[in-house]
């Protein structure tokens, strides 16, 4: 009896490595190993066994059960892994392919880098500062006093109010902020100044939206201190960068201008055409001027000893002039066919 276990086994795998498809396959599981098939079947032949050969059987037919289920799962996991499920290939390979998308930075990414690039090319380093500042570094140390009307709650985005031992927190109104951090920041860990930094990033001013303003945009400061620095070398920076990001008939200048920061201080306009059926017209880029003695002052240096200029730009405004956007919020709505026109 134990040979017609021997070759139940044999048959069943001669079977199986046959069984090509699902169909095939569930038919050789119920000849062999269902609920009914062979392999159950020579499990209850062990009643009709004679006593002494018992043991010898029910061995060799639970040996035969689980080769007959292994070998099925290894089977069936093969069949799974190779896919031959129906007749013929499942990819028509004729069909021309799908072309994968190729993301690409925002314009407002790209033009802050080569913003960065430019001033780089003019010795300047990058420097960050947090989005989430105190009012010391806003307003106080950029000598902008409590009285200030630029400090109205209704024109900044406080988040705390003022404590006693503490100054409010707020969303920075300006990059100006990162001055200070620089400047403390050198003097403590004794690496400055001199400095020459800039430093782009995200402002926040409750504004209404409309063309040219948004209640979050971006700047690009400037700041450089180191001795006997003159408004000359602020002017050369200035129109040498216009120059070489938008070309040698950039037409800019400087405006006289006030800032609590800057003495003196001034504007710095560009002749930019917005739109091609409108002509060229001034618009102003930013801010600029040299360092106020109060700045110095207020994070521990000599004003006789250092001086200084500072410059602050919007970037959508920038970027708006040199690729002729006309509406400040299309660089926000992330309109895919305005974007990869960019
Ligand atoms: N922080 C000023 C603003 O947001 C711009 C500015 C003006 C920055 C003069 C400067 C500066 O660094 O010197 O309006």
Not at 94 to 104: A, C, D, E, N, Q
Not at 167 to 193: C, H
Not at 301 to 330: C, N, S, V
């Amino acid at each position: 009896m134990i040979e017609g276990l021997d070759a139940l086994e044999r048959e069943g795998l001669a079977s199986l490595a046959t069984a090509g498809d699902a169909e095939a396959l569930e038919r050789w599981r119920i000849e062999f190993v269902g609920g009914s098939g062979r392999v159950k079947q020579a499990l209850g032949a062990l009643k009709d066994v004679p006593k002494p050969d018992k043991p010898g059987y029910g061995k060799r037919a639970n040996e035969v059960k689980q080769s007959l289920d292994a070998a099925f799962e290894e089977r069936r996991a093969h069949l799974a892994a190779t896919g031959r499920r129906a007749a013929g290939p499942l990819v028509d390979t004729t069909l021309p392919g799908i072309v994968p998308g190729v993301g690409r930075s925002h314009i407002i990414t790209r033009v802050r880098n080569e913003l960065c690039a430019v001033f780089a090319r003019m010795g300047f380093e990058v420097a960050q500062g947090p989005e989430l500042e105190d009012d010391e570094h806003n307003f106080v140390k950029l000598n902008i006093p409590d009285s200030h009307p630029a400090r109205e709650p209704t024109d900044n985005f406080y988040v705390e109010e003022r404590g006693d031992a503490s100054r409010p927190r707020m969303l920075r109104s300006q990059t100006s902020t990162v001055q200070i951090r620089v400047l403390e920041q050198a003097i403590s860990e004794g690496w400055g100044p001199p400095v020459k930094v800039v430093s782009p990033g995200r402002v926040y001013r409750p504004d209404t939206v409309d063309a040219t303003h948004s209640f979050m945009f971006h700047q690009i400061e400037g700041l450089y201190v180191a001795p006997r620095v003159t408004m000359v070398e602020l002017k050369t920076t200035l129109f040498r960068f216009a120059r070489v990001y938008f070309g040698p008939d950039a037409e800019v200048r400087l405006r006289p201008s006030f800032f609590p920061f800057t003495e003196p201080s001034a504007e710095f306009d560009m002749k930019i055409r917005l739109r091609p059926d409108q002509p060229a017209r001034w618009v102003e880029l930013g801010g600029c001027g040299m360092v106020d003695p109060a700045v110095f002052r207020g994070v521990g240096l000599d004003p006789e000893q250092w001086t200084g200029f500072a410059f602050g730009f919007g970037i959508e405004r920038i970027a708006m002039g040199k690729y002729a956007i006309p509406d400040i919020r299309m660089l926000y709505e992330n309109d895919l066919r305005f974007l990869t026109q960019l």
